[in-house]
């Protein structure tokens, strides 16, 4: 699932603090015009998959997102 992203209307009102913090999450990935990461806390289906970058896949795979996918 992607990860949650603020509304402009929160960027109006957070601190500096709040703003890096939510960026570093890439929870302002939409505000800035990029696809939103993907955050996974169960198992990846192929529709996730789909929709992952690289770095995402080897994050999944990493955490044992992947397994059932990979049949382990």
Known sequence: MPVQQRTRAWLSTATPQQITAALDAGELAELLGRRPPVQLDRQATEDDVAG????????????????ELLGR
Do not use: C, Q, V, W
């Not at 995402?56 to 397994?67: R, S, T």
């Open 52 to 67: 992952m970058t690289p770095d995402e896949i080897a994050a999944a795979f990493e955490h044992g997102h992947l397994d």
